[in-house]
């Protein structure tokens, strides 16, 4: 081999890496260049999708007075003659006399010429049946606007819809929300050697990551069919070709684990280069996790679907799950970068030279203190069991007890926000 074409192969087998930081931020603009389109759905189907415009009410809010209280809604001074009752969901005749009243329940609207309200409690009945008491000084009921003005922003394009937001939208007035879809995902699982029942022996190892991908992904907010995972896949070029080839047919996301190196049996890479795609990034400078990349795939129509290599370690798996997939993830759902917590390391955690030092920790996140796990190898899943988030300990540094240092939540409950 000619010294040109060894140096032409080295540059092949092991790319310059990105740094991680620059990595996130590479692939969260490449996600959101390709966001997703938004779409008109229901209330009752909108949970789990992102708002793709604002939230604004449709009316003021509250858009009439509305009372506060159980009552008496009273004209002028008292005692007050009663002359009627107002219920929720009515529209009651003004009071036009003063010393008149009508018995108002909460949340019914306060008929126009009332002066006060007064408390039932706090009202007693004179021996001719009318009402006496004193009512509160401030107002007993909410003025139109309040909350908030028609047309007023609430919550901004790229807001999770939960069933806060849900609840908001309806008081609003929407029956519908525009928003954008869920990611649809699949998984490749690469490995002669895995098994997918029973214990592990005879040199082969049972396979972590085919159960256990697909929920972290559902966290981040993707649809995932059982029938979007697929694997083992056989240790062919042709395999992995048809593999993919298939997956990228219905997914806006494909996550492979394995063969991200460039061994006698890592096929991701001829893959991607038969199918025509371009890396976004190839491999980063993190430890564990390494190799991971992100590469992109542009249809005939313009459509664009990404193909996320995780590494086969189960650990360094999930490392390039929170620091390629997810940035991506809320880049094709129109959400904002989240700016990474800060947290106090409770004890040392090293650093790994030139590369980002992503360490397990739990998170107390009353002490706002961070406390690294132990078994964190990157074939290890006890450790990650048990924690909480990886702090980020930056190239050339590491951690002393009392450090301030990022961390990256896990989203450790379906549609948890932060990640």
Known sequence: MSTETAAAAAEVVAPSPAGWEEARSRVYAVGLAAALPAVSRPLADADGHTLAEPLTPRTDLPAFPTSSV??????????????????????????????????????????????????IEESTRTADGR?????????EWREPGEEAYAGEELLPAGTPVDPAVLGLAASCGHDTLRVRRRPRAALLVFGDELLTSGPPGAGRVRDALGPSVPAWLRRYGCQVRPADVVGPVADTLPAHVAALRAALADADLVCTTGGTMHGPVDHLHPTLEALGADYVVNTVAARPGF??????????????????????????????????????????QGRPMPVLPQVTLAEPVPGRGDYTHLALVRWDRVAGAAHPVRHVGSAMLRGLAGADGFAVIRPGTSGAAGDRVPVVPLPLTPGERSW
Request: charged share 15%; aromatic share 2%.
């Open 70 to 119: 159980d009552g008496w809604a009273v004209r002028g001074d008292g005692p007050w003659q009663v002359v009627g009752r107002v219920l929720a969901g009515h529209t009651p005749p003004p009071l036009e006399a003063d010393g008149s009243t009508v018995e108002i329940a909460t949340g019914a609207m306060v008929p126009e010429g009332a002066t006060a309200i007064l408390r």
């Open 131 to 139: 009402v006496a008491g004193t009512p509160r000084p401030a107002p």
């Open 291 to 332: 190799p991971m990349l992100l590469a992109r795939l542009v249809d005939d129509d313009g459509g664009v679907r990404f193909v996320a290599g995780l590494p086969g370690n189960p650990q360094s798996a999930v490392v390039a799950l929170v620091s390629l997939v997810a940035p991506l993830l809320a880049g094709l």
